[in-house]
């Protein structure tokens, strides 16, 4: 699984309808609104290096108010709950 972080720029006025729309789009698995220079951020989770392309170019770049978006794709997961999975031995 591939992993792209989506910084989006939207139209402030029509930030929460934006990021219903990008929510809705295949690929994308989370939207968050956030402080500081961008509006919205956008986690896009898919099988191959091409359908970022289909997600963030094709799609997310078109929804209505989206102004600019910087997109990075993540290299390794690192998170609590990964390693907690990792070293698991599957007792409760």
């Known amino acids: 699984m591939i992993t792209a972080i989506v910084f989006v720029k939207a139209?402030?006025?029509r930030i929460p309808e934006v990021a219903e729309a990008i929510a809705a789009l295949d690929g994308v698995s989370e939207v968050y609104s956030v402080t500081g220079q961008i509006d919205?951020?956008?986690l896009v989770r898919?099988?191959?290096h091409e359908d970022i392309a289909t997600?963030?170019?094709d799609k997310?770049?078109?929804v209505p108010g989206v102004n600019a978006t910087e997109t990075h794709i993540a290299f390794?997961?690192?998170s609590k709950h990964d390693l907690e999975t990792a070293f698991s031995l599957g007792l409760d």
């Open 11 to 13: 139209d402030v006025a």
């Open 40 to 42: 919205l951020i956008a």
């Open 46 to 48: 898919v099988k191959a």
């Open 55 to 57: 997600v963030v170019a």
């Open 60 to 62: 997310l770049n078109k």
């Open 76 to 78: 390794r997961t690192y």
